[in-house]
Each structure stands twice: as structure tokens, then as C-alpha cells.
């Protein structure tokens, strides 16, 4: 699952290995966008021309599209991480808990 937090502007997947959602970069996103192009080029039957979906929708500037697209579509709500539904996090080593203290002070003290 992949959701994109608007407060911070940053993409965020849940890792089944934490059990919480962790930070992702833009170019992380383009790959996991080109590579799931690729499985779904390879779903298809032999009849199916798959050039686009593995020439022309995996090029740099299309899939940098698709992630500005995908920041619009994957917008989760301003409280996704906050609150007693909130869901974990897990930053620069530190799993962080809805319950803790506010996302922004949490965010400020693993940066500074």
C-alpha cells in the first residue's frame, strides 16, 4: 500500500516487516511504477502488443507524470497518522506511534 501525506508532501508503503508505513522517495515511486508496467506486460497474452506498456509509459518524463498524478490520486486525509485509528510510522529507525506525541514535533526531533 502506498498513500501520499500531504502535510509533509512525501510518498509513505506499508513494510509488512515493521508492520508501519515508512518514507519513500518520488524516484522509489517511479520504480515501483515501471516495474509493475513490466509484471503487467508480462500478464498479458502473446496477442496483446505490451511495446507501450514496456517502451513508450516507462520513459523518465511519463513516469514523472505518474507520480504527480499518483500524489493527487494516493492523497490519504491530513490525520492518516494521527489519532487512535492513526497508523504507525517508522522513520530513520524509530517506530512512532499514533498515540506518541504530535507527527509534526516527532518529524522536527528526528530531523534536528
Do not use: W
Amino acid at each position: 500500500m502506498v498513500i501520499f501525506y500531504p502535510p509533509e508532501k512525501r510518498f509513505y508503503f506499508y513494510d509488512p516487516r515493521v508492520l508501519a508505513f515508512c518514507p519513500a522517495t518520488d524516484e522509489k515511486i517511479q520504480l515501483l511504477a515501471s516495474n509493475l508496467l513490466v509484471k503487467a506486460a508480462e500478464a498479458c497474452s502473446h496477442k496483446v502488443d505490451t511495446r507501450p506498456l514496456v517502451d513508450e509509459f516507462r520513459k523518465p518524463a511519463i513516469l514523472r507524470q505518474i507520480v504527480k498524478l499518483a500524489k493527487t490520486i494516493l492523497q490519504s486525509e491530513n490525520t492518516f497518522f494521527e489519532g487512535e485509528h492513526g497508523k504507525a510510522r517508522y522513520i530513520d529507525g524509530k517506530l512512532g506511534q499514533p498515540s506518541d506525541q504530535s507527527t509534526c514535533i516527532l518529524f522536527v526531533k528526528n530531523v534536528i
